[in-house]
């Protein structure tokens, strides 16, 4: 995709949970960025006034009744995306730490590819994982650059632009499961046929709020995270008859 990309074909979601200290700071950086750009918010859930702050800051709003996680807010933007005539989707995270600056870099990876994933350990930045998460991402990470044909370094990543192709089967198709956003969205694109790649970015600190990860979570990562691939791998492949289309 050339530098002289449309951005009114381009969805920015912005899944988010309890982001109200934060999401008017990450619409407004969004907007200034890429100017053109749409931006959904979904809203997972929240119990504070997320919804209402997207809403004053300009971006649409789809709220879930319920915490469905990141899988479930991703298909509610991906079949947003469909009904109103997006081409590409990217995912930013509501919290700061992906920067809308990194956008262009993945947009432009589209010429090539129908996903593109911003890769935290691909040489740029200081971001660091560490003990059975370290391992558990590089394991992983070896495991779908197998399956993939491409050297993939973070397949964990939540910042990803996915071009036409991609939003076509995700609207369809995208799990909703734990890590189903990442391990499993990922096999669902090689199973298809569809071109992975990635591009180095820098991730920040989080801007404010409280994380939605919890020590629990982090302690069972490496289980939960092994059983979400070896399901995604034997899970039946999905019938997918409209990503060719036009």
Avoid at 35 to 54: C, F, I, K, N, Q
Avoid at 182 to 208: F, H, N, W, Y
Wanted: hydrophobic share 45%; no cysteine; charged share 25%.
């Amino acid at each position: 995709m050339s530098d002289s990309v449309d951005y009114r074909r381009v969805l920015i979601v912005l899944p988010a949970l309890n982001e109200e200290q934060n999401i008017e700071k990450i619409i407004a950086e969004v907007k200034a960025t890429l100017p053109g750009v749409g931006v959904l918010v979904v809203d997972d859930g929240s119990s504070d006034r997320t919804s209402l702050r997207a809403r004053e800051s300009g971006a649409q709003v789809a709220r879930l009744a319920v915490n469905l996680g990141v899988g479930g807010a991703m298909r509610t933007g991906f079949r947003y995306a469909v009904r109103n005539d997006y081409d590409i989707v990217v995912q930013v995270d509501a919290d700061g730490q992906h920067n809308p600056a990194d956008v262009p870099d993945l947009l432009r990876r589209l010429d090539d590819a129908d996903l593109v994933i911003g890769a935290r350990f691909a040489g740029k930045g200081d971001y660091k994982a560490r003990g059975p998460r370290k391992w558990a991402m590089t394991v992983f990470a070896l495991v779908l650059s197998a399956l993939s044909g491409e050297k993939l370094t973070d397949v964990t990543s939540g910042f990803k632009a996915a071009g036409p192709r991609a939003v076509r089967l995700f609207a369809q198709h995208y799990p909703a499961e734990y890590l189903g956003d990442t391990l499993e969205s990922l096999v669902m694109a090689v199973r298809a046929d569809l071109k992975i790649t990635q591009v180095p970015v820098a991730m920040r600190m989080r801007a404010g709020g409280t994380p939605s990860t919890s020590p629990v979570k982090s302690a069972v990562y490496l289980m939960r995270a092994t059983l979400a691939l070896v399901l995604a791998i034997v899970r039946r492949k999905p019938r997918i008859n409209v990503i060719e289309a036009a």
